[in-house]
Every structure is written in C-alpha cells, then in structure tokens.
C-alpha cells in the first residue's frame, strides 16, 4: 500500500507511506491508488474532511516520476498522461468536504498541483519547506493543473514567477503569496491541522485571480521580455508555459486543463526535454557518489568544526560556506589585516543573502558568531578538518603543510583548495600523506555550486568519504577528479579563454567575442569572465597548463602586456579588457597595438567551442572523470556551459564527431596546429560513435 488511509469520528487522513531510502513521488502507481481512495471518500457520507500528508520527514511530495517522464515517447503519450493526472486532482478538489494538505518539506512538481487541489494548505516552517512547479527546468510545463490553479491562488504575476523560472518559495513566503494558508512550527504541525481541519468549510473563495484581461496583458508582455532576456529563447519551456496561460486565462477549468496537457504532450518527448532529464539524472549521480563509486554507500560523519588555511577572498568564501552550513570555523592567516579582509568577506555574503531574503538578520548574525579568527601558527591545533586556501604556490603549499602537521591531530583531514596544483607533490614528505586531499571551490564560493574533490595517490578512502560528506554538508555538489594539471574546470576552461585572448591579439573585437559566446548560451563572454575572476587569477593558472601542455597550450601573447600594467587585473582594478572606471567599456589602451581584424560569427563561435570540446575530449581520453555524463554536468555547474545543449560533449554528438574533426582540421590547418583534434575524436570518427550512443560509453 502506497497510501495509508486513517479515520477519527469521520476526519480522515490519507498518509504517503514512504519507505526508508525512497522519496515521496506521484508514481502512476500512487495516482492510480490515490484515485482509489478518492472514489471511495466522494460516496462516503460520514466524511467531514480529508487531510493529505506524507511519513517523511520534510518531504511532503518531491514531485511526479521523472523516470516515467523519460519513458513517455510521443506527445499522445504526453498528453495521456497529464490528463489522467488532471483527472484524479479534479476528483480530490471536488470532493464535498474541506480537503487539507499537511506541508512539512519539499512539496514540488506534482506534490504542489496536489496540494493546490485541496481546499486549504498548511505548512511548517522548517527550512526546508519549499513550494514549487520547476517543470521548466526540465524542459517540460506543469502538467496536472499548475498553469490553471497557480494563478488563481496567488495571482498571475507571482503564479508566472514560480512557473517560467521554475523558482520555489520558502514557507515564509508562501504565506505571504497566498499560496498556504497557515504556518506552524514543524512539531505542532499534526496536531495544529488535526484541530484546525474540524473548523473548516467545504468550500472557499480565492483570495486572488488573474487579474484584469487588460492588466493580464501587461504582466504577460513583460513577462515575456523578462523570458527573452534571460533565455535568449534558447528555452522553449518558459514560453509555451507563458502562452498557456495567456490562452486559459478566465477560461473553464475543462478548457484550460486540456489546453496544458496539449502543451505538455508536444514538449515533453523533444530533445530539449529528454536533454533536461539525462542532466536530472548526471546531477543526482554527482549527489549520490560524485563520480566515484566508492563514495555511494559514504556514511562518513561530519567534523565538528573546520579551520581556514588563509582569509584571503576565497578563504573568506570559503568561512562562509562553512559557517552557514553550521560549523564553527576558525579563519587562520598571518596578521590581523586579513583576518579582518576574511571577516568582511562573510558579513558581506551574509549581507548580500539578506538582501535576496535567502537568510534573516538572526542567521547572519549566528553565522558570524560561529566565526572565529587567529594569528597563532598552533591556532587550528583541534581542528578536525582544514582548508588551505593560501597563494597558489607549490612550495609555499607544500612548507606551509610540513610546518602545519606536527601540531594536528594525526586523523585530521588537509584539504587544499588549489586551482590546479598537483596533490601528490603537496604530500611529498608528508607523514600522514593519507589525509591530504584536494577541495576545489569556485569564486564567488556562496554563489558556485559545485566543488572538485582531487585524492592524490595517497589519499586514503576514508578521507574521500569524509570530504565527499563535508561538502554535501555545505550544500555543495562534488564532483570526484583525477589529479591531474587544471584538474577538470581548469583543463576545460583555461583553453577556451586563452583563445579568446588570441582572438584579441589577431584584431579580433573584444565585445563581438563575448556577444557571440553569450549568443551561443554561455552566462557571460570569456574576456568579462577573465576579468571577473581576476587576470592575475587566471595568468597564474594558464601558465601552470602552459609548462605542462607545451605549445598547445601556450599562454596568449596579449597577457605579456597585462604583465607589464601590474594594475590591470580586471574588475578589481577596473581596469583589464574592459575599463570599468564609469561604465564598462573597451580598455582601449590594450588594443593600442592590435589592428581590427573583420570577422564572422561562425568563425569566432567554432575557435571558442571547438577549443573547449577538443580540451574535454582529452579529459575522457585521460579519465580524469569516470563518465563523459559527469563530464558534462560538471562543466555546466563550474563553468556555466549552456544546460539547453546538454554539455559540451553532446554538443559534439549533434554536430556530428566527424563534423567536429574536420573543422578542428581546418582550423589546425588555417590558424594554428593548437587545433590538432584528439586521439579520441579521431578515433571516434573513423568508427562513426557518438559519446552518448555507439559504443563509446
């Protein structure tokens, strides 16, 4: 039995009996079963109210099955779908008695269009209640009832904010939206609702609508610019979820329902879509093991503080995401300048998260009490867990580590957040090599959210485990890599801008290369992001491939020029590729010596991208991760490769390998032999494979 169904004096609650180790899901098998129940309850007369909840803990429905979502093969399949959910969620908001769902937790997808049937909503207030129809997301729309009873519970302006960004709400919010109509502290919820739930009415009225048609208007239209500014309409989703809702707007229950499940039907078995759900799927992969699976069955328990190695910008970072997760966290650095540049750095996170009402004043202000701050070289002498965030520097690392580990515990965890430093050197004279380990974040640490976890040769599997946990804990998503020169954001990365930076030094226009990489769906141009990070930053890290690599990788000749104006090191300085003094505009000064060269789309789009997929192509060929999936979802959550493609390498699959090889052949031929294609798509082509189909994975 899926659904437990109790009665007390003719109040009955229907309970989603979740098993231990599974999620609380609208199988077709649980619809068909909550139907069941429904039909039963519609005909009972001794009913006076029905309350929906779900055995597990801060769960209440995390959504419908996005394996059966994967199965659906046509958009008559689609459509059969979503009809039979509209069907029974009809049946449950007809019911002749006041209905209650009973929120605590994840109620998203399905579980909110569930709950959005009932007549009322209560909910904890436990930070992990969030409310929610991310469909779009998957490249899909809601699909049993959301477009039709959102925006008649909480308004068409806010209904369109959740639904085309596919955003949730916290419960806090939600009472604010209309959207629940109660809050209660998570251990009074069950007896607040079983109270509550015998002074209801059958029926209510919504405190909100659509609006007016001509204002309805309006909000649609600037929703829409808002939707095309943000997508490029590269995102076909939003937009037919958008249009949805301006057909049904003030329409019939009957017309606006079969009008959604036509639009879910025609979106959800395209390739946008079924690329939405392979990337699902690649996310919880790097959740449940990061790629390692060693790591799945990791019952490591989490240390009870941390220690910051170096208070600098990412140290900073870094003390943040530690803290807001609940660890007191120790900043070490060598004076009390930088501990106090550490401390700004949190407080201005805490500051920026306020602002965006993602914490309160209270949790800022707990945070920065779990911060602490010294100078004593013995000061994380009882830290089980330490992260080294210093200068990017092997021998500085490596003395740092031989004069750190006499005075720890000899089971505490060094974890380095190097950007693309070898962590078997690191260990070299180490006399516990076995807890040294890599913990790659990226800047700005509050707003990035994967991390690369890095073991050396040495590193114990206990320590993989231990880090793999800790940086669950801080909400991040880890992503297990071999050790290896950039690692994997880097090896990619680090290539893509430095042939921008070429580009730049043949004459080519800094802001058609940036417009031309945005066009094609990456977050920001490869010169704005060099200049984000920080020139120095990423100098450092080029050079590091550059001696590794030889010519192929070779360091752009244009940075010799930022090497001889130490103050331009991008946005920092407000002066690099672009001068940021006033407005952002052309660093005129760099393109003193360089002659504008024309140019054309394709060529800018294909030197960018093919760069960047030969460079990927290589990290399959080398394994420096374990599937070209993980590959793939690691470069869209680290270096904001456009999630609509699916990930560089099935990017590589659309074009067509052999495609890919002979354009890298011709640019090897016409600008320069860095293009050389790979072993592997060489090899690939000649066998006619694909990286996700044919053979190769």
């Not at 209510?204 to 048609?213: D, T």
């Not at 329902?257 to 992969?285: I, M, P, R, S, W």
Request: glycine share 8%.
């Amino acid at each position: 039995m899926i659904w437990a169904l109790e009665s007390t004096d003719g109040h009955y609650c229907l309970t989603y009996n979740c098993e231990a180790n599974t999620m609380p899901i609208l199988t077709t098998a649980a619809l068909h079963e909550l139907d069941l129940h429904l039909s039963q309850l519609a005909t009972d007369s001794k009913c006076l109210s029905l309350q929906i909840r779900s055995n597990k803990p801060h769960v209440f429905i995390a959504g419908a099955d996005i394996q059966e979502i994967a199965a659906i093969h046509d958009a008559h399949d689609g459509r059969e779908k979503a009809t039979m959910g509209q069907d029974i969620l009809n049946r449950l908001e007809d019911l002749p008695f006041p209905t209650l769902a009973v929120i605590d937790g994840a109620c998203l997808g399905g579980g909110l269009e569930l709950a959005l049937a009932c007549t009322y909503r209560i909910a904890s207030d436990h930070a992990k209640t969030q409310l929610g129809l991310p469909e779009t997301t998957l490249g899909i729309i809601p699909g049993f009832g959301g477009t039709y009873r959102l925006p008649k519970t909480i308004g068409l302006a806010a209904s369109l904010g959740m639904i085309l960004g596919g955003r949730s709400v916290s419960a806090t919010k939600a009472l604010k939206l209309g959207l629940v109509d109660r809050l209660e502290k998570g251990a009074f919820l069950s007896d607040t609702s079983n109270q509550w739930v015998r002074t209801l009415k059958p029926t209510r009225s919504h405190k909100h609508s659509a609006g007016l048609p001509g204002k309805s208007t309006l909000i649609t239209h600037m929703a829409k610019k808002a939707v095309m500014k943000k997508t490029n309409g590269h995102y076909p989703a939003p937009l037919a979820a958008l249009k949805t809702i301006q057909k049904t707007a003030f329409k019939s229950r009957d017309y606006a329902l079969k009008q959604e499940a036509n639009a879910f039907g025609e979106l959800v078995h395209t390739d946008t879509c079924k690329t939405f759900v392979g990337l699902y799927f690649a996310n919880e992969d790097l959740k449940r093991c990061g790629g390692d699976t060693r790591l799945t069955q990791s019952s490591s328990t989490r240390p009870t503080s941390v220690g910051v190695l170096g208070a600098g910008f990412m140290g900073g970072g870094i003390a943040f995401a530690c803290a807001n997760a609940g660890f007191q966290t120790r900043l070490q650095d060598l004076n009390w300048e930088a501990i106090l540049s550490g401390y700004k750095t949190v407080h201005t996170y805490c500051q920026q998260a306020t602002q965006r009402k993602k914490m309160t004043v209270h949790d800022s202000t707990t945070i920065l009490h779990r911060l602490s701050g010294n100078i004593a070289p013995t000061s994380l002498t009882k830290q089980p867990f330490i992260i080294e965030a210093i200068v990017e520097d092997l021998a500085i690392k490596k003395t740092v580590f031989k004069s750190l580990e006499p005075h720890i515990d000899p089971t505490a965890i060094l974890a380095s957040n190097t950007s693309g430093l070898s962590i078997d050197q690191m260990a070299d004279g180490l006399q516990h090599p076995e807890r040294l380990i890599g913990l790659h974040f990226f800047s700005p640490v509050n707003r990035m959210p994967l991390v690369e976890i890095i073991p050396g040769q040495h590193t114990s599997l206990d320590t993989i485990h231990a880090t793999f946990a800790f940086a669950k804990h801080i909400k991040k998503t880890p992503i297990v890599v071999k050790n290896s020169p950039g690692f994997l954001i880097n090896r990619v990365l680090i290539p893509y801008v430095n042939e921008a930076v070429h580009m730049v030094c043949e004459g080519y226009a800094i802001p058609a290369i940036d417009r031309i990489a945005t066009q094609f769906g990456m977050p920001v141009g490869p010169l704005t992001l060099v200049d984000e990070v920080g020139i120095d930053i990423g100098m450092k890290v080029a050079k590091q491939l550059g001696d590794h690599f030889g010519d192929r990788l070779r360091v752009a000749s244009l940075f010799q020029v930022f090497e001889q104006n130490p103050g331009w090191l991008g946005k920092k300085t407000k002066l690099g590729f672009y001068d940021y003094t006033s407005k952002k505009t052309v660093n005129k000064k760099l393109l003193s010596s360089v002659t504008p060269k024309a140019y054309s789309t394709d060529i800018i789009e294909d030197r960018l991208m093919l760069t960047l997929l030969n460079e990927a192509s290589r990290c399959v060929e080398e394994s420096v991760v374990s599937d070209p999936k993980l590959l793939d979802m690691g470069l869209i959550m680290g270096m904001g490769f456009p999630p609509f493609r699916g990930g560089v390498l099935r990017y590589a699959d659309a074009l067509g390998i052999p495609t890919v090889v002979d354009k890298l052949n011709r640019l090897a031929d016409t600008v320069h032999d860095r293009f050389a294609p790979s072993e592997l798509l060489v090899t690939m082509a000649k066998k006619n494979q694909q990286f996700y189909s044919g053979g190769n994975t």
